[in-house]
């Protein structure tokens, strides 16, 4: 059974530009989450989707966006790229996303975004 | 505010060594407890712990929860290289909508020097 993908690997941008970073679940996974990680935040919860719908939010402003399609896969944006939005992309794929299945929540190798 | 918090952040130790890594949590309605590895890029799944008191073994490594503590120890017997990694702590809040958050700590970042 295929791993979580991500695609890019590494992606090198400069301020003010916007980004799009692509997750595709492993099949028959259909909750997709979306984390952040720095070395000074740790890694912190973007947000989650269920077929096709955004359950969850973290507190990240409104630049950061996603979407899901009918296939699970999943699509993050960052608009206005600032300094601060270089970090590790990781997104996590589970059957549900309850809490039964959380421990099968299975992350993917990771975008490294880095802003110039 | 839901809080995972890990300790020590780093950590050097020789192979052959027992190191216990530590993690402490406010969540709301708490109900387990995680722990994963993360060696280069992906988090690995190590442990869930639900109940208080029941230790969980895989191997060199053990786990345990104490509910009323609100806290979680890692242990790592006869430490190796390959157990150099960051081992993250998270514990999942409910949200809404039948789904769950999980709140990370930083991580504790585990050196194995031969």
């Known amino acids: 059974k295929a791993g979580v993908t991500q695609t890019p690997r590494y992606l090198i941008k400069t301020r003010g530009q916007q980004v799009t970073l692509s997750c595709s679940p492993i099949s028959g996974h259909r909750s997709v989450s979306w984390y952040q990680q720095t070395p000074g935040q740790g890694l912190q919860f973007l947000f989650e989707?269920?077929?096709?719908?955004?359950?969850n939010k973290g507190n990240f402003p409104g630049r950061f966006s996603g979407r899901q399609f009918s296939n699970s896969r999943s699509e993050m944006n960052v608009s206005t790229l600032e300094l601060g939005d270089s970090a590790l992309y990781l997104c996590?794929?589970?059957?549900?996303?309850?809490?039964?299945?959380?421990?099968?929540?299975?992350f993917g190798p990771g975008t490294r975004l880095t802003v110039l | 505010e839901d809080k995972v918090v890990q300790s020590p952040l780093s950590l050097v130790v020789h192979e052959g060594d027992t190191v216990t890594l530590n993690c402490s949590y406010e969540?709301?309605?708490?109900?387990?407890l995680l722990w994963y590895k993360q060696e280069k890029k992906a988090p690995t799944f190590l442990f869930m712990l639900?109940?208080?008191?029941i230790e969980k073994k895989s191997g060199r490594l053990s786990s345990i929860l104490d509910k009323k503590e609100l806290f979680s120890i890692l242990n790592i017997t006869a430490t190796q290289t390959g157990d150099s990694a960051v081992y993250l702590c998270a514990a999942p809040a409910y949200s809404g909508a039948g789904s769950y958050q999980l709140t990370f700590g930083k991580g504790t970042k585990l050196s194995v020097i031969p």
């Open positions: 639900t109940s208080s008191g």
């Open positions: 969540v709301t309605n708490f109900r387990s």
């Open positions: 996590a794929s589970s059957p549900t996303g309850l809490l039964v299945t959380i421990d099968e929540q299975f």
């Open positions: 989707y269920f077929s096709e719908t955004q359950r």
